[in-house]
């Protein structure tokens, strides 16, 4: 079994419209959660921690559920400039950071 | 601060040939992973170096090794290659130990194509 399970997508959605992105993980032990958003051909680079109360970043939440191992991104008002590969990312780190990655979820925004 | 670098950002290698790819962590970091990508797949964890071994690993063939330096740099070798082994080789630097949540930072990447 996978650490980290997304729906792969693709999701296309136009402009303004609100996007819901799932991810589950397996290990009961896992410390710290992320999004990571990663461009064609470029690097992940970190959007946003997922903390247990819930977190918002302008036009981007994260919720975490630890009963039910589910992470989850929602991104209001979506513009083009969000298409991107979004990745869940698991730290398993009860022996030192271990980052964990899903297999991303494909967003295009379209005009 | 010049984050993560990896050199050499592209790479064209023939089948059966052996590759080595280098990592400098984040100023401050002392932990390097690396990951595989392969196209339209996340990365794949490959391994992980901390005082210069091996602390953990994914499932990746003895083909794979590492080493650490100690100024934390790091290098992945692959032996024998093979057509499959060509993605995105990605390295991620980050505390061992920290405080609360912490991230990683990856560096841009090593693109590997085996022919």
């Known amino acids: 079994r996978k650490e980290v399970e997304q729906d792969p997508g693709p999701f296309n959605v136009p402009e303004g419209a609100t996007v819901a992105f799932n991810c589950t993980y397996s290990n009961s032990a896992s410390q710290s959660f992320f999004w990571y958003r990663q461009d064609c051909r470029k690097e992940p680079k970190l959007l946003m921690s997922?903390?247990?109360s819930g977190n918002e970043d302008g036009r981007f939440t994260a919720q975490l559920n630890r009963a039910s191992q589910y992470i989850s991104l929602l991104i209001r008002d979506s513009k083009l400039s969000d298409s991107a590969t979004y990745l869940c990312v698991v730290n398993i780190g009860y022996t030192g950071n271990q980052f964990y990655f899903g297999t991303g979820t494909s967003l295009t925004v379209i005009p | 601060d010049a984050g993560v670098t990896q050199s050499p950002t592209h790479l064209i290698k023939t089948r059966g040939q052996q590759v080595t790819l280098r990592c400098s962590p984040k100023?401050?970091?002392?932990?390097v992973s690396w990951y595989q990508q392969a196209l339209g797949q996340g990365p794949q964890f490959i391994f992980q170096?901390?005082?210069?071994?091996?602390?953990q690993r994914g499932n990746f063939p003895d083909r794979f090794s590492g080493h650490q330096f100690p100024n934390y740099s790091s290098e992945l070798n692959v032996n024998a290659l093979l057509l499959g082994d060509s993605a995105l080789y990605l390295c991620a630097s980050s505390l061992i130990f920290s405080q609360g949540a912490t991230e990683a930072f990856f560096g841009q990447g090593t693109r590997l194509t085996v022919v």
């Open positions: 997922v903390y247990s």
């Open positions: 170096y901390y005082e210069e071994e091996e602390r």
């Open positions: 100023s401050g970091h002392d932990t």
